[in-house]
């Protein structure tokens, strides 16, 4: 087990997961300390870093693509201070935690978890229910309807239709977008057959955000009913063709194996990789043998 405790919070690593846990620093954002604990599986990890610097240096996660939920409605938006992927490091921690990187990364290579996207989310999401107010409104989810309601700062066309009820099947896709600049931000859910251009401003089924504290707190609803919404990438089940149902000879129920080429390929470069690790002394004799043993077993 691998753990490094710091004022920004508590990463402890298990050979399974990764369990993250914010700092109780007043430091840490309110975005994160309501987020709460994460638990994040070795499967929706495509990669984790170590970056020094003079007074204090960063470790991060990077997430496969489509593995969670917060990071698919926020699209990247999310500034350092609210990502739950990064951990300020202090300067007399380095140690602890390159040593981390070393084991999540040896973890990584001998589970050869690909670092590709997925079509399923790996992490649930928020709890629910969850109720945050901001900008010109306040967006409660109870994990099957949103409701949208209004304050006195709501532009008038907006606010006179009065309080929104959204059921999940009916929300196409939801955006939360930070204020910027001079340009205030969102969270918008796009209704099924209702496209609609129309600024966050005078939008019914969107709240306007203006750059405030709790703007942030808007990116977990969104993520909340996202984790609710079917995954972006996952492709609808078709039955096959009964012409390509089975492959010549191969009994009732068999999988045919796919064609040798690039995946020949991959693993002979995982061989070599997993001889340079052995080289400089990153696995063991025994780690080596068995790292080996299941590439080989595949090819």
Same mark, same amino acid.
């Given at each position: 087990?691998?753990?490094?405790?710091?004022?920004?919070? @508590?990463?402890?690593?298990?050979?399974?997961?990764?369990?993250? @846990?914010?700092?109780?620093?007043?430091?840490?954002?309110?975005?994160?300390?309501?987020?709460?604990? =994460? @638990?994040?599986?070795?499967?929706?990890?495509?990669?984790?870093?170590?970056?020094?610097?003079?007074?204090?240096?960063?470790?991060? =996660?990077?997430?496969?693509?489509? &593995?969670?939920?917060?990071?698919?409605?926020?699209?990247?938006?999310?500034?350092?201070?609210?990502?739950?992927?990064?951990?300020? $490091?202090?300067?007399?921690?380095?140690? $602890?935690? !390159? #040593?981390?990187?070393?084991?999540?990364?040896? *973890?990584? =290579?001998?589970?050869?978890?690909?670092?590709?996207?997925?079509?399923? #989310?790996?992490?649930?999401?928020?709890?629910?229910? =969850?109720?945050?107010?901001?900008?010109?409104?306040?967006?409660?989810?109870?994990?099957?309807?949103?409701?949208?309601?209004?304050?006195?700062?709501? !532009?008038?066309?907006?606010?006179?239709?009065?309080?929104?009820?959204?059921?999940? *099947?009916?929300? !196409?896709?939801?955006?939360?977008?930070?204020?910027?600049?001079?340009?205030?931000?969102?969270?918008?859910?796009?209704?099924?057959?209702?496209?609609?251009?129309?600024?966050?401003? #005078?939008?019914?089924?969107?709240? !306007?955000?203006?750059?405030?504290?709790?703007?942030?707190?808007?990116?977990?609803?969104?993520?909340?009913?996202?984790?609710?919404?079917?995954?972006?990438?996952?492709?609808?089940?078709?039955?096959?063709?009964?012409?390509?149902?089975?492959?010549?000879?191969?009994?009732?129920? &068999?999988?045919?194996?796919?064609?040798?080429?690039?995946?020949?390929?991959?693993?002979?470069?995982?061989?070599?990789?997993?001889?340079?690790?052995?080289?400089?002394?990153?696995?063991?004799?025994?780690?080596?043998?068995?790292?080996?043993? &299941?590439?080989?077993?595949?090819?």
């Amino acid at each position: 087990m691998a753990e490094i405790i710091q004022r920004d919070g @508590t990463w402890v690593f298990d050979g399974d997961a990764l369990r993250l @846990t914010p700092g109780r620093d007043r430091n840490v954002s309110l975005l994160r300390r309501t987020l709460g604990e =994460l @638990t994040v599986p070795l499967g929706a990890l495509a990669g984790v870093s170590f970056e020094q610097g003079k007074k204090a240096g960063r470790l991060r =996660l990077r997430l496969r693509d489509g &593995a969670d939920p917060l990071l698919q409605s926020t699209g990247g938006r999310l500034t350092e201070p609210h990502d739950p992927y990064q951990l300020s $490091v202090e300067s007399d921690r380095y140690g $602890v935690a !390159e #040593y981390l990187v070393d084991e999540v990364r040896r *973890a990584l =290579l001998l589970d050869g978890v690909p670092a590709g996207p997925v079509d399923a #989310y790996l992490l649930p999401g928020p709890s629910v229910p =969850l109720s945050v107010s901001a900008g010109d409104g306040t967006a409660s989810f109870d994990g099957e309807r949103v409701r949208l309601e209004w304050n006195w700062k709501t !532009e008038e066309s907006k606010a006179s239709a009065g309080a929104r009820s959204i059921g999940v *099947a009916d929300i !196409e896709g939801v955006e939360w977008q930070p204020a910027v600049g001079l340009e205030n931000g969102c969270l918008r859910f796009r209704l099924r057959h209702a496209p609609t251009k129309a600024p966050a401003k #005078y939008d019914p089924n969107a709240v !306007e955000l203006w750059g405030f504290k709790k703007d942030p707190l808007m990116a977990l609803v969104a993520a909340a009913v996202q984790a609710r919404l079917p995954h972006p990438a996952a492709v609808p089940e078709e039955a096959p063709p009964p012409s390509a149902s089975l492959a010549p000879g191969l009994p009732s129920g &068999a999988v045919p194996s796919p064609a040798p080429g690039h995946d020949h390929d991959a693993l002979l470069r995982r061989l070599r990789e997993l001889g340079e690790l052995h080289r400089d002394g990153v696995l063991t004799d025994d780690e080596f043998a068995l790292a080996k043993q &299941a590439v080989l077993h595949r090819m």
